[in-house]
């Protein structure tokens, strides 16, 4: 049982569509993220958010919205993708405290853009 | 910018045997941690070992242990008596111990395709 847990487990979406990607944490956890994974490739950090406070944004094109309601919740806002950001995308959280907190991953949102 | 390295895309080995995963990176920072996360099909990351920079000796999590030398910028991980629930993508990754308050964000590698051969 994943103390992350991510909805929808799978997404097809077309180009001009609106959808929105979500994450709960029931860890007590301070800090949230979104990573990007595409195949082959390294998983790309999106968005940090601690305290609810966004702490990053690793560059992300403006069609990817993030939210953060709270610290337990996360979402992430999608609207005219295109095709290349078909991905898993992987939500994670940390305690957000302390030099040693480990990051505790969701099963992911795999999208797929038609 | 750090960097992480995983130069085997995919590795097997026999059941109950030991198999070593290869990791570098770069860094000029002196103190950081290293981790490995292993994905198995349900595609959740899951902790497998963590190790410390400042620290000397190598981490052990019953089967997994880690070869971390520092000055190589090495981090390798061996898994002994190989079973087939360690079938997965296991991933390298990096966080600086520099990073700011509450934002432990990881660099990771591209990741080794681990197969257990009954």
């Known amino acids: 049982e994943t103390g992350v847990t991510q909805t929808p487990r799978h997404l097809v979406m077309g180009m001009t569509n609106k959808k929105s990607l979500k994450c709960e944490q029931h860890l007590g956890h301070n800090a949230m993220y979104w990573y990007k994974q595409s195949a082959k490739k390294p998983l790309e950090l999106m968005f940090v958010?601690?305290?609810?406070?966004?702490?990053e944004n690793n560059s992300v094109p403006s069609r990817f919205s993030p939210e953060c309601p709270n610290s337990s919740h996360l979402f992430l806002h999608l609207h005219t993708l295109q095709p290349e950001d078909s991905a898993l995308y992987l939500c994670?959280?940390?305690?957000?405290?302390?030099?040693?907190?480990?990051?505790?991953f969701g099963n992911g949102t795999r999208l797929t853009v038609t | 910018a750090q960097t992480v390295t995983q130069s085997q895309p995919e590795m097997s080995v026999q059941e109950a045997e030991t198999v070593t995963l290869s990791c570098t990176y770069d860094?000029?920072?002196?103190?950081?941690?290293l981790f490995w996360y292993k994905q198995p099909p349900s595609r959740q990351m899951i902790l497998v070992i963590r190790q410390e920079a400042y620290k000397q000796q190598n981490a052990t999590e019953n089967r997994f242990s880690v070869n971390f030398q520092k000055a190589a910028k090495s981090f390798s991980l061996k898994i002994s008596d190989s079973q087939l629930g360690d079938a997965a993508m296991y991933f390298c990754a990096y966080r600086s111990a520099e990073t700011n308050f509450g934002n432990e964000k990881l660099t990771f590698g591209t990741g080794t395709r681990l197969t257990i051969i009954p």
């Open positions: 860094t000029s920072e002196s103190d950081y941690y």
């Open positions: 958010y601690n305290f609810k406070e966004q702490t």
């Open positions: 994670a959280s940390s305690q957000g405290q302390g030099r040693n907190s480990p990051l505790h």
